[in-house]
């Protein structure tokens, strides 16, 4: 950082939404614009010839997306301070991001105001969260330790996913309708829950069930 505004980069795919931002600092907020992109590989190039204190980053992009092109200018440009400014907030969105290497995490609900203090703290070094990704971060945190399904309570919901009955998941995995009522319990006993459906909605929710 020198004692001039600071200097970003401002990337996202929609050329709407990207002259937004630069229209919500283009004034007043210490912070100065040295190149606008489209894609995560363009980014590359304008952090290369800029070294630009931060670089403001959607996550889904074409070309390089978000987190691929977090990771590189983390790896190749650590001056480069690296924000993400984008419309999801899923667990996976975030965790992604955060892995990466960026040091923040907003919404583009954000206001100016909190979009240029975030950048300002983000080129300080300070981790900024929106609130809304703060909490399901934290409230991921509390979640217990996930228990793994095994490979046949795995098949004994899928099949569930599918509407079987008891005796119809017997058939397909060639096993006893009681041995099925077996898995069964085991798996809402793991999952913390009280009824079929929703063992599939959570297994899901916690990425142990994936579906076509």
């Known amino acids: 950082m020198t004692g001039g505004p600071l200097r970003i980069i401002v990337v996202d795919d ?7 931002v630069v229209a919500l600092l283009a004034s007043g907020t210490g912070i100065e614009i040295v190149g606008e992109a489209g894609d995560g590989r363009a980014a590359l190039g304008l952090v290369e010839r800029h070294e630009p204190d931060v670089a403001l980053v959607d996550l889904r992009m074409p070309v390089l997306d978000g987190v691929a092109t977090t990771s590189e200018i983390v790896a190749r440009f650590p001056r480069t301070r690296v924000l993400i400014l984008t419309t999801y907030d899923t667990d996976a969105e975030i965790e992604r991001a955060v892995e990466a290497g960026a040091i923040g995490y ?6 100016r105001e909190q979009l ?3 950048i300002h703290a983000a080129a300080r ?7 809304r990704v703060a909490e399901r971060l934290v409230a991921r945190m509390r979640q217990p330790a996930q228990v793994p399904l095994t490979a046949r309570e795995a098949d004994v919901l899928n099949a569930v996913a599918d509407g079987l009955t008891n005796a119809e998941i017997g058939r397909r995995l060639v096993i006893a309708e009681a041995t099925v009522k077996t898995h069964l319990l085991r798996l809402f006993a793991k999952l913390d829950v009280n009824d079929r459906t929703r063992a599939v909605v959570v ?10």
Do not use: N
């Open 116 to 118: 240029a203090d975030a």
């Open 125 to 131: 070094g300070e981790t900024v969260l929106a609130p």
């Open 203 to 212: 297994a899901m929710e916690r990425g142990l069930l994936r579906r076509p």
């Open 14 to 20: 929609h050329t709407v939404m990207r002259a937004g």
């Open 106 to 111: 907003l919404l583009k609900d954000t206001t």
